[in-house]
Structure formats: C-alpha cells, structure tokens
Nanobody, 126 residues
C-alpha cells in the first residue's frame, strides 16, 4: 500500500514562492506516476503537474508551465512542487497523488489516481 503526506503550504504574497513536499511510503514506486492537483472552493479538482517515478518524465498544466516545477527524490521517496511567481489564482488546496501505471504517460484526471495526500492549503495574497 502507498501512503502520502503532503505539506509546505502557507500564506504568501503574489510573486512569492513556496515548495510543497509529499512524503511517500510503500513497497515500491517504480511503477507509479506522481501528481499534484489543486482544488479551489466551488471548483473541480484540477491537474497541476505529474512526474513518472522511474523515468522522471514531467507534465504540466498550461496555467503553471514555466512557474512550477515538479521533481522527485528517489533516495528519500519524496516528490516536490516548487512554485514560483505565485498568483492569487493559484490559491487552492493542493494534493499529492499517486497512480499505478505500466508505462509513462500523461494522466491528468483526478479519478485515475489511486492514492492521495490529505491536502495542504496555499493562499496567495494580492
């Protein structure tokens, strides 16, 4: 089984930065894609970024491309989301997620993921 604990959210001013962390535990992550999603009040949970645990292949939503960077630490079983140039519209609860996969791919639907962190709040003030 896989357990995910996400953290690192907080209150920042527009233009600032935050780094979210996701601590993963389980037998292996070689066959998982790790993703970050976010959900603002009254809105659908939306894809932010993903990374293949084995290959490191990344995907980003257009809204965060060039500002956010997803990465993983294979040795410590961590996945990160570095968020720079934050905007008020980035305000949301951010969730780390994991999906079991056979091969690399672009998995952007929340319903496709098998495991979820508890969420961490990111608030960006104007």
């Amino acid at each position: 089984q896989v357990q995910l604990v996400d953290s690192g959210g907080g209150l920042v001013q527009a233009g600032g930065s935050l780094r979210l962390s996701c601590a993963a535990s389980g037998r292996t992550f070689s066959y998982y894609t790790m993703g970050w999603f976010r959900q603002a009040p009254g809105k659908e949970r939306e894809f932010v970024a993903s990374i293949s645990w084995s290959s490191g292949t990344t995907y980003y939503a257009d809204s965060v491309k060039g500002r956010f960077t997803i990465s993983r630490d294979n040795a410590n079983y961590m996945v990160y989301l570095q968020m720079n140039s934050l905007k008020p519209e980035d305000t949301a609860v951010y969730y780390c997620a994991a999906k079991w996969v056979v091969g690399d791919g672009y998995y952007f639907g929340a319903r496709e993921y098998d495991y979820w962190g508890q969420g961490t709040q990111v608030t960006v003030s104007s």
